[in-house]
Each structure stands twice: as structure tokens, then as C-alpha cells.
């Protein structure tokens, strides 16, 4: 079956940056481009960019361009979501989704304090 | 960017009760609406995409309707399972946009 497992919670300093990865399994990786969504109490679910896992190209939403990068491993079926310069309000629920038409599956969530 | 106002933000119901849920788009989106179930602690689970195809499992209870710019979604008779938070999703147009979630509450 279709799986997406995210990496653990992370806690972080103001300023650093967090690495997330989202291991895929139970389809054809590179047939399904790979989004990345995050929840906040205050701001609820915002759509962060995609990655076409098979060539890597991807689109970023501009309220985190510059701030976003999503790469891929075909090796691994992995796709990665980095943020730099975090500050308190990118403490969210980080979740990884598959695109077939809208967003059919997700992983679990990854947790990012920053404190 | 295309904004989602999703309507009521919470309503209490009972069990048995039809409930719906309604989304606006700020601009067209054709076909490119899904709705989305969240329980607490979870990730969201579809249960609708494009506008009224139902996700395989979810019951048939569940329906969406809708074109362009105002969509809904119907819960036929709420079941106890079904007290969640509920979001649309467009997809039609970059950056996708949420709505901004309804919470079902038991009356």
C-alpha cells in the first residue's frame, strides 16, 4: 500500500534552519509529484511547494520562496524539505503529500518547534 | 493567489443531522476542489476531489457539489465518526489554497 514516513519532531533555535525527509513506498516513485503542506493553529494549512521526484523540478508558493528547498533522492524514494531562518511562527506541523489529482496521500507530520 | 473562504468555522450537530459545508473561491477554479477530513492529531484524509468524486472507501454519505466558485459539502446524517475538522483544498491554480476549516461539533 501507499506510505509516506516522515522524519521525527524537531526542536530549533531562532535563526537555523531544519531538514525534513519523506521516505515514499508502495507505488512508483517518480510517477507523482510530492507536495509539502504545513499547519499552524493560527494560519492553518498552507501549501508550501511541489517536486517532480523524478527530475527534481519544482515550484515554491512565494510566501516561502528563498526561504524553501525541496530536493529528491530516487535512490532512496526520499523527497527533502529544508527551512532556513526560522522563527517562532514556522513552528508547525510539516506534513509530505502525493499529488494524484489533489492530495491523496500524506504522511504522518513532522513536528518543528522553534524555540 | 486564489483565496478559499470556507464557511461556518464550527457547528454543533447530532447525530442523524444533514450538515453542509460550503467553500468559496475569490476567482474560477473549474473542477479542481477537493474536500478533506482531520481528526485530531492526524494527518487530513481525502474524501472528495474534483468538485464531487468521492475518494474509494469513504462513505457514501459524503457528497460534493458545486462549479467555478462556490462548492459544497454534504454529510447525508452525521455519524459519530464524523465529528472532525473539515477543509477544501483548490488545486487548480498555483499557490493551492486552503480553506480555512470547519470544526463539527456534537451537539
Known amino acids: 500500500q501507499v506510505r509516506l514516513v516522515q522524519s521525527g519532531a524537531e526542536v530549533k533555535k531562532p535563526g537555523a534552519s531544519v531538514k525534513i525527509s519523506c521516505r515514499a513506498s508502495?507505488?512508483?516513485?517518480?510517477?507523482?509529484?510530492l507536495h509539502w503542506v504545513r499547519q499552524t493553529p493560527g494560519q492553518g494549512l498552507e501549501w508550501m511547494g511541489m517536486?517532480?521526484?523524478?527530475?527534481?523540478?519544482?515550484t515554491y508558493s512565494q510566501t516561502f520562496q528563498g526561504r524553501v528547498t525541496l530536493t529528491t533522492d530516487t535512490s532512496t524514494s526520499a523527497v527533502f524539505m529544508e527551512l532556513n531562518s526560522l522563527t517562532s511562527e514556522d513552528t508547525a506541523v510539516y506534513y509530505c503529500?502525493?499529488?494524484?489529482?489533489?492530495?491523496?496521500?500524506w504522511g504522518q507530520g513532522t513536528l518543528v518547534t522553534v524555540s | 493567489d486564489i483565496q478559499m473562504t470556507q464557511s461556518p468555522s464550527s457547528l454543533s450537530a447530532s447525530v442523524g443531522d444533514r450538515v453542509t459545508i460550503t467553500c468559496r473561491a475569490s476567482?474560477?477554479?473549474?473542477?479542481?476542489l477537493g474536500w478533506y477530513q482531520q481528526q485530531p492529531g492526524k494527518a487530513p484524509k481525502r474524501l472528495i476531489y474534483?468538485?464531487?468524486t468521492l475518494e474509494g472507501g469513504v462513505p457514501s454519505r459524503f457528497s460534493g457539489s458545486g462549479s467555478e466558485t462556490e462548492f459544497t459539502l454534504t454529510i447525508s446524517s452525521l455519524r459519530p465518526e464524523d465529528f472532525a475538522t473539515y477543509f477544501c483544498?483548490?488545486?487548480?491554480?498555483?499557490?493551492?489554497?486552503f480553506g480555512q476549516g470547519t470544526k463539527v461539533e456534537i451537539k
Open positions: 503529500a502525493r499529488q494524484f489529482w489533489s492530495l491523496d496521500y
Open positions: 508502495g507505488y512508483t516513485f517518480n510517477y507523482y509529484y
Open positions: 517536486i517532480g521526484p523524478g527530475d527534481g523540478s519544482t
Open positions: 476567482q474560477g477554479i473549474r473542477q479542481d
Open positions: 474534483a468538485i464531487s
Open positions: 483544498l483548490q488545486y487548480g491554480l498555483s499557490p493551492w489554497t
